[in-house]
Structures are given as C-alpha cells and as structure tokens.
C-alpha cells in the first residue's frame, strides 16, 4: 500500500495533465495550460513518494518531493483558477489571498521561529502586499491583465523556490522521513525556504477554494439577501464600504441560495461548473488538510489525503463542461461520445 496509493495518484494526476493539454491544444483556454502544469508537479511529488516506498528515499527525490508537491502544486493549480475567471472581479479574491499569504508567512515564522530564516518572512509579506495592491488596482479598473500580475507572482515564486531547492544544504543523509509512517517530513530544509511553501500554498488554495464559491455563486440560481455594489464608478469610500459589504453577502447569498440550486440540479438545468467547482473545492480541502497534519506530525493520512484530493479535482474538472466539452483519446481524433453543451445559463 505504501507504493500502490502514491502510485495512482502519480497516475491519475499525469494523465489528467495528459488530457488538459490535449483540450488546451484545440481550445486554446490558458487555465488549461495552467492547470495541466500543477497537474504535472502534482503527479511528480507523488511519484517520489511512489519511488521512494519501491526503492528509499534519496536526497534528489526528497528535493523533487518538496518542490513539486510542497511548494509548486498549489500555486499552479490556483493560478489556473485565476486565468478562468480573469474577466470578471475575482481579481478581489486573489489579492486578499496573496495579502495573506504575506501575513500567513510572517505568522508562520512568529510560530515556529526558524533560526535561519533571517529577513525572508518580511521579504514574503513585502512581495505579497506589492502583488495584492498591483491585483487589486487592475481589478478595480476592470482590466483582465491582472490575471498576468498572479502570474508574474507564481512565475517569481517558481524561480525562487527552483533556485533555493537545488542550493539548500541538507545534513546527511539529504532526506528526512517519519519513522514510523515513512512519510517525508520537510524538518531537514531551511527556515527560508519552507517559508515558502506557505506563502505559496495559502496563495493557491485560497484561490482554488475562494474561486470555487465565486464560481458556485455566478453560475448557481439566485436568492439575494444581501446587494451589494462593486461598481468602479461609485465614490470609492462607497466602493469600499460596498467591498466589504460583499464579504459577508456572497456567503449569504450562496447559502440562501441552495435551495433553488438543489431544485435546478434536481431538473438538469443546474450549470456544470457548480457541481464542478464544488468537487475541487472538496479537492482542495482534502490536499490541505493532509499538508496541515503533515506539518504537525501526523503524517500517516498524507497519501490517502492526496489520493482523495486528485480524484475529487479530477472529478470535478471532468463534470465541468466548460474544462471538457467533448472526451475524447488525447492527441488523437477519436472522440468518446458526442461533444456537450450547457443547458443552463447564469443569472444576472
């Protein structure tokens, strides 16, 4: 078992990049391409694991590990969510998740005090905020280029962990694993470095779970009890006031809101991307978790976390009309089934 569940998941994960690009090749649509790059380093940090449990652990598969699965997945499949809602005003979102994940790391190293993490934490919260007020102001000037400023963010992030992996000086043996699980353990790296994974990792989840309820809320059937406003050309004290307003509106709003979206699912007329969105964000909560029990010491759940994880995002981007409008073998012209089409439109 120790081999077979990382395994699939590796599996699971590269062929569903596999089929991601094959749609972005005909469709052209940049989150596919996006999320195609996180479902490839999703597949390679559990393809150390796969490896390691078949023949030990080395210190270039525990460097790869911590790479791809620690630090890069999050952000690239976050990133993806950004492309796909870039023309509308979700770019509020995904400031707020770059805001904290500046805070997120300063309170990380507040918590834990790693003694060479030296000025990175403020470094990270620096960089956070600069990103988050570039979002935030390309968003309220309804301009979908802030969809490029997180992409300079994750591209920046991507570097800069690359970079601090390869040169990061590890104690022999170069790897550190649970004694009693197996699971790696990320002790053995530098404070600067595994600040980084937080910064990255609250930036992408964050943006995966907060895209999830905003596309739920666009595309499911209404009950507004809350309004709100978050038109530019308000007073901006207005806007603000109306910004925060729509904090607290949307949840109520999505949750008023069930009752019809249950009724139209009911009916088969429920849009495809909130059952999606809800599978990923299901996903999301799954990789997260696991993460989290790993960080603390409980690292026995962390490959059936990340075995549910992929098999809940897969699932949800194969429900997503939008994601796969038709199935077919990839990079080929044999097409399974009939191409589909929504039955439901979004509500204004």
């Excluded at 989150?31 to 694991?49: C, D, K, P, R």
């Excluded at 030990?56 to 492309?83: D, K, N, Q």
């Excluded at 409980?298 to 992929?310: C, D, G, H, M, Q």
């Amino acid at each position: 078992m120790a081999t077979l569940i990382p395994l699939l998941t590796a599996i699971l994960a590269l062929g569903f990049a596999v089929a991601l690009l094959d749609q972005w090749r005909e469709r052209r649509q940049t989150f596919q391409l996006v999320w195609a790059i996180g479902m490839t380093l999703f597949g390679i940090g559990s393809a150390t694991e796969a490896i390691a449990a078949a023949s030990g652990w080395t210190e270039p598969l525990y460097r790869t590990w911590y790479l791809a699965g620690a630090v890069l997945t999050p952000a690239w499949l976050g990133l993806g969510t950004a492309y796909l809602l870039a023309k509308t005003r979700f770019g509020y979102a995904y400031s707020a998740c770059f805001l904290l994940a500046g805070v997120f790391t300063l309170l990380t190293q507040k918590k834990y005090d790693y003694p060479d993490a030296g000025a990175s934490p403020f470094i990270y919260l620096i960089v956070g905020l600069v990103l988050a007020l570039a979002i935030f102001g390309e968003t309220y000037f309804q301009n979908s280029r802030w969809s490029a400023i997180a992409a300079f963010g994750v591209a920046l992030g991507t570097v800069v962990g690359i970079v601090l992996t390869i040169v990061a000086p590890l104690a022999a043996p170069g790897y550190l694993v649970d004694s009693n699980t197996g699971q790696p353990i990320a002790t053995l790296f530098p404070g600067y470095l595994r600040l980084l994974t937080p910064f990255m990792n609250v930036t992408g989840a964050f943006s995966l779970l907060f895209g999830a309820l905003f596309s739920a809320y666009v595309f499911m059937p209404k009950r507004r009890v809350l309004g709100y406003s978050l038109d530019p050309g308000q007073p901006f004290d207005h806007f603000l006031f109306n910004l925060l307003l729509g904090v607290v509106a949307i949840p109520v709003n999505f949750v008023m809101s069930i009752p019809r979206a249950a009724r139209s699912f009911r009916a088969g007329t429920l849009h495809s991307r909130v059952p999606a969105v809800l599978l990923i964000a299901g996903g999301t909560f799954a990789a997260l978790l696991g993460d989290s029990l790993n960080r603390f010491g409980v690292t026995a759940p962390f490959a059936i976390a990340k075995l549910v994880s992929v098999v809940l995002i897969l699932t949800g981007f194969l429900v997503s009309i939008e994601a796969f409008h038709e199935f077919r073998i990839p990079f080929t012209g044999i097409r399974l089934g009939v191409a589909r089409r929504e039955r439901a439109t979004p509500e204004s």
